[in-house]
């Protein structure tokens, strides 16, 4: 187990590395102007200049980069132009917004995957709700981000539209997650607010991680339900229920748990749309904005948490993957 | 069941003189040194306040911090007069001498708005309600950069003293504020809200709402929808022009005259390098062509390269109007292609403009394509011509109404947003010799000239003066708006019925 987890950082720090390469030359390639964007558009060129010097943006490209991974190593991600603070202190204010979107959207997903595929499993001519699952998830996600606050918020006023939580319902805790905040500070209403802030935009992204986990966790059911081990569970006389959770659905698990790893992935690409259609303070709303303003750091900040967060979660899910089915450890 | 205990749990409780509104992205800061951007002034001119602003409704100058001035007849000093009473958000009085550490560090280069203060010889307070500037030469706009909505406006000694740090107190000022306006910073949390709280010691007027609630709402979908449904009270900017005239009831529309002048920048390195494929161009896009389909009523033919607010022209630019003589300089010339850049801040009103040109331009045979420019990449265009596109459309914001203001940032060699690099040492020569003028019949009268060259010159191209339109609740009354302050209203004045 040692050794696996000693290779996975070992491949965490291989991607970052790489990934800062690639994105600092894209940089070059894209005329922008970081100098100009903190300046303002009016700014003389001569207080721009000044600046670009002052940034150190007038040195060759190997240098910047270096003294970037020096500083990288030293736990500092320079200065965002688009918020002016440290990119460090961006990333500790905005990263908890999206991470509990995901880790709702992840557990709403896998839920209704569930929901799905146990059904199918135990009695595959029953294809309702996977059908209205599938349905939903055919939609493009901008269209369910459109249609859903529609629906609940402006036509029936059950659910709030956009935002992470009302003014009046806010009490700064010591996480940045506002649902475990307001358990720590025991803030039920504001526990209850977040929890509706959260439903719209967690369904959004979670409906396309519900069809994919679902589909996968039924047809390896189904391919489990053929096996010997479970004709004799049942011959043993155990309840269906029993069969399910304990042999059906151990042995079930490992297609469903990579899909919910590769789900990941598309969730960060999906987070820049749902985050802006529900106003969502978070880091894909960090990126637009640092996209707007040739804000590199910032842009190098959001890259390297995506990264740290995807891998972190396939080790998380191949340790559950190993630990579920000791061959694979 | 869950979902009713949700509904309950966010119903807010009723709002009582509290002003709701949105921005559509965050601010980097209140710093009135170092805030640059649009969204923000309207937070920014509560927070702090200047020597002089400009009226409501108005681009006259009246005192602000100062009750009264004088100018000295050879225009090198300025002497402002303070008015008693006035006092920082943390109840400490101000005199001169804040007003003088202020303006010092204002002119401090490494602040991006330094620029304001160029041209400054001394400044000194000769008693504590007496602060003078004295210019090394005369500058007739020096009134108006002081009046503008990014002029000085004074910070306290809690910032500039007491967490100067090592930066001057921008990164205290980052999140926090300590000016003298009636509106203090009460939260300031990224990418949500900002909460502005009334100053109960304000010097001035009292203001009518107790508490100014600012949220980030990046689509202006949603901010429609919240609007309709009253859970904000204005939009400030970016209502689509073409649902003006069907705001649902209850809502209300003040559009009024405004800086933003829609121009066309020609690339004269390229096939606008030809004369009469420049003059066929401009005869395709006359905007008289496409005005009233992408603004409505909101917009006019502009009067020259300054916004009507500025300079009044007498009439709209007559463009050339002989489309068959633009279908055969065209002809003449083989066939011509164009690329056609648009600002990308403004993208759905630029995108029209640029996808109306297209269609208008094929009318004379010329074939055009559109991209988005991204805002930190429209000054950069001017180190590679060739790759720049051929025109480009936006409408910018000049710093101040004075004309002076325009020319500085678009028409002069150098200057910031002159795209594509044009030179006219007689266009330079005239701006230079205009901005020594006083006499503002005069001035307007060198300055429109100076226009009319650029414009026969094919380099710019004016095309639309745009009002700036804010969409409101009914009720609210004294938006106190002025245009010179783009997308804004006033907090201070502005109240409901």
């Known amino acids: 187990m040692w050794l696996f987890l000693v290779r996975r950082i070992a491949a965490l720090g291989g991607v970052l590395l790489a990934m800062t390469v690639v994105l600092f030359a894209l940089q070059q390639l894209v005329p922008a102007d970081p100098a100009r964007a903190l300046m303002g558009p009016n700014a003389p060129n001569s207080l721009v200049e000044q600046k670009r010097k002052e940034m150190g943006l007038?040195?060759?490209?190997?240098?910047?980069?270096?003294?970037?991974?020096?500083?990288?190593?030293?736990?500092?991600?320079?200065?965002?132009?688009?918020?002016?603070?440290?990119?460090t202190q961006d990333l500790a204010h905005f990263a908890p917004a999206t991470l509990e979107l995901i880790a709702a959207a992840l557990l709403l997903g896998c839920l209704l995957g569930a929901a799905v595929a146990l059904p199918q499993a135990l009695r595959p001519s029953i294809g309702g709700l996977r059908l209205a699952l599938i349905g939903a998830a055919s939609v493009p996600i901008f269209l369910t981000g459109l249609l859903l606050p529609l629906l609940f918020w402006y036509q029936l006023g059950w659910l709030p539209g956009g935002g992470r939580i009302s003014p009046d319902n806010f009490h700064p805790g010591p996480t940045g997650f506002m649902t475990l905040d307001a358990i720590i500070t025991g803030q039920p209403r504001m526990l209850l607010d977040s929890l509706a802030h959260l439903v719209l935009p967690a369904v959004t992204l979670a409906l396309p991680i519900a069809v994919s986990v679902g589909r996968t966790l039924a047809s390896s059911l189904q391919e489990v339900y053929t096996q010997g081990y479970i004709r004799t569970a049942r011959a043993k006389g155990l309840s269906e229920g029993r069969v399910l959770i304990r042999h059906a659905l151990r042995n079930a698990a490992g297609p469903p748990l990579t899909m919910v790893s590769l789900q990941v992935a598309m969730i960060f690409s999906n987070i820049l749309i749902v985050e802006r259609l529900f106003a969502w303070p978070g880091l894909g709303s960090y990126m637009v904005q640092a996209f707007a303003s040739a804000d590199l750091p910032a842009v190098l900040g959001v890259a390297i948490v995506s990264a740290v967060t995807y891998l972190a979660v396939a080790a998380i899910v191949d340790i559950l993957r190993a630990l579920l089915d000791p061959r694979l450890g | 069941m869950l979902l009713v205990l949700l509904a309950l749990a966010v119903r807010a409780a009723p709002a009582e003189r509290v002003l709701r509104v949105a921005y559509n992205e965050d601010v980097a800061t209140f710093d009135p040194d170092d805030a640059i951007l649009l969204f923000g002034l309207d937070a920014v001119r509560v927070l702090y306040?200047?020597?002089?602003?400009?009226?409501?409704?108005?681009?006259?100058?009246?005192?602000?911090?100062?009750?009264?001035?004088?100018?000295?007849?050879?225009?090198?000093?300025?002497?402002?007069?303070?008015?008693?009473?006035?006092?920082?958000?943390?109840?400490?009085?101000?005199?001169?001498?804040d007003v003088l550490a202020y303006f010092k560090r204002r002119r401090h280069p490494t602040l991006p708005l330094s620029y304001f203060l160029d041209g400054v010889d001394s400044m000194s307070v000769p008693d504590p309600h007496t602060f003078i500037i004295k210019l090394k030469t005369p500058q007739p706009a020096f009134l108006d950069r002081l009046a503008s909505p990014w002029a000085p406006k004074v910070i306290g000694p809690a910032?500039?003293?007491?967490?100067?740090?090592?930066?001057?107190?921008?990164?205290?000022?980052?999140?926090?504020?300590?000016?003298?306006?009636?509106?203090?910073?009460?939260?300031?949390?990224?990418?949500?809200?900002?909460?502005?709280v009334r100053n109960a010691h304000y010097w001035g007027a009292r203001p009518y709402f107790d508490r100014i609630e600012i949220l980030i709402v990046p689509t202006m979908n949603q901010q429609m929808l919240m609007l309709q449904r009253g859970e904000l009270d204005i939009i400030e900017h970016g209502y689509p022009f073409d649902q003006l005239d069907k705001v649902p009831a209850g809502l209300k529309v003040d559009a009024h005259d405004a800086l933003g002048l829609e121009i066309a920048y020609f690339n004269r390195s390229k096939a606008l390098r030809n004369r009469a494929v420049r003059t066929a161009v401009i005869t395709a896009i006359n905007p008289a062509r496409w005005l009233h389909e992408v603004f409505g009523a909101f917009a006019t033919p502009a009067r020259s390269l300054y916004p009507k607010a500025m300079i009044r022209g007498p009439a709209p630019v007559v463009f050339p109007a002989d489309l068959e003589a633009a279908r055969r300089a065209i002809a003449a010339v083989g066939g011509v292609t164009l690329e056609i850049g648009y600002a990308d801040q403004e993208a759905p009103v630029q995108q029209r403009i640029a996808e109306f040109m297209v269609s208008l331009l094929k009318g004379i045979g010329v074939t055009a394509t559109v991209r988005s420019i991204p805002i930190d990449q429209e000054s950069s265009m001017v180190n590679d011509l060739q790759r720049a596109p051929d025109i480009f459309i936006a409408q910018d914001y000049p710093d101040s109404v004075h004309p002076a203001t325009q020319t500085g940032v678009f028409f002069e060699t150098g200057a910031a947003l002159n795209f594509f690099g044009y030179s006219n040492p007689t266009v330079d020569a005239l701006c230079a010799q205009a901005s020594r003028i006083t006499s503002i019949a005069e001035r307007d009268r060198q300055y429109l000239r100076i226009s009319d060259i650029l414009f026969a010159d094919g380099a710019f191209v004016p095309l639309a003066d745009i009002k700036d339109v804010i969409v409101y609740r009914a009720g609210l009354t004294d938006l106190g708006t002025r245009p010179a302050l783009p997308w804004a209203v006033d907090y201070g004045t502005i109240r409901r019925q």
Do not use: C
């Open chain 1, 58 to 87: 007038d040195r060759p490209m190997p240098v910047r980069y270096a003294r970037y991974l020096y500083q990288l190593a030293h736990g500092d991600l320079g200065q965002s132009i688009s918020t002016h603070q440290p990119v």
């Open chain 2, 49 to 97: 306040e200047g020597l002089v602003q400009y009226k409501p409704g108005t681009t006259e100058i009246a005192g602000w911090l100062a009750q009264r001035w004088s100018v000295s007849p050879d225009g090198l000093t300025y002497r402002f007069i303070l008015h008693d009473g006035v006092t920082f958000h943390d109840g400490r009085p101000m005199t001169s001498a």
């Open chain 2, 159 to 196: 910032a500039l003293v007491e967490h100067a740090g090592g930066d001057l107190g921008v990164t205290w000022l980052n999140d926090h504020a300590d000016g003298t306006g009636p509106f203090m910073l009460a939260e300031m949390v990224r990418g949500q809200r900002y909460v502005l």
